[in-house]
């Protein structure tokens, strides 16, 4: 049944350079004949843009226009676009990531065949479809924990620790009100378990109390560094927030974004590993 491949489809959203950047017919740019006007030093500073591409009179693009240090427009450079520069503009996000940090730049030229199509900078990095990307990833990693936990706990044991948890002074604490809700469900015949309560803070905590990273091939130190997911979870979970800034670079997403992949192919090995035996 041919069909069937349809209902294999994992569903997972495909993000490219082109959907993250700006394609150049509606970028910004200047004319070369517009140049001894100094047109690019009142678009750059008007814009605050620290790239800005160089429209030939005849034939392709092959210049544009950079700041010589990011968001300063004192110093602006004439640069010739070099192979490094360019990537295909269906290059995946993950690598498009990959690509602005191993090689420490702030922007890529796109490029369809051989013609420059589109540009792609540091801070396109900070809309909708790349925090889409990492949402994804890490929905895909709560599951993973919650079924991870509950092959490892039982929900009674489940409850204990979160009865460990609660501060009885605080009316609105954040276990007593996950106990609440479960137990509201439990009470109207709504299946559910406990992990659904969870937040992803959560999981971690409850696996380093009860010592089951060594589950996964952790030391205690090893699982405690995973705890930076958990701030990307939060620059996730409020869209206004910016992925990339002066303390969030994109190093720091990349070793986070690692790190997601990481606990989420030990959580698929071990499932692997289990039906094997």
């Not at 640069?79 to 922007?107: E, G, M, S």
Request: aromatic letters at 10%; proline letters at 2%; charged letters at 30%.
């Amino acid at each position: 049944m041919i069909e069937d491949i349809f209902f294999q489809d994992e569903g997972q959203v495909k993000i490219t350079a082109a959907s993250v950047g700006i394609s150049r017919l509606r970028w910004t740019s200047v004319k070369e004949s517009e140049i001894d006007s100094n047109k690019h030093l009142e678009l750059m500073e008007k814009y605050r843009f620290d790239h800005l591409p160089i429209e030939p009179e005849i034939g392709i693009i092959a210049e544009f226009f950079k700041t010589a240090e990011p968001n300063k427009f004192d110093k602006i450079e004439r640069l010739k676009i070099n192979y490094k520069d360019v990537i295909p503009l269906d290059t995946n996000i993950r690598d498009v990531i990959d690509k602005f940090a191993n090689q420490k730049k702030t922007f890529f030229f796109l490029r369809y065949q051989k013609n420059i199509s589109g540009l792609i900078t540091l801070g396109n990095l900070n809309c909708k479809q790349v925090q889409i990307y990492v949402f994804g990833l890490i929905c895909d990693l709560e599951r993973e924990l919650g079924d991870f936990l509950n092959s490892q706990l039982t929900n009674k044991e489940i409850n204990e620790w979160i009865k460990g948890k609660i501060d009885a002074s605080n009316p609105v604490d954040k276990y007593k009100l996950i106990l609440e809700n479960y137990e509201s469900l439990t009470n109207s015949d709504l299946e559910n378990s406990l992990t659904e309560h969870f937040f992803l803070v959560d999981f971690f905590k409850i696996i380093a109390d009860k010592n089951l990273y060594s589950e996964l091939g952790y030391t205690k130190s090893g699982w405690e560094d995973l705890s930076s997911i958990n701030e990307l979870r939060k620059r996730i979970a409020h869209p206004t927030r910016s992925l990339i800034d002066n303390e969030n670079n994109i190093f720091k997403l990349q070793k986070r974004i690692i790190k997601i992949e990481d606990l989420t192919f030990r959580f698929t090995m071990r499932k692997q590993n289990s039906i094997r035996q």
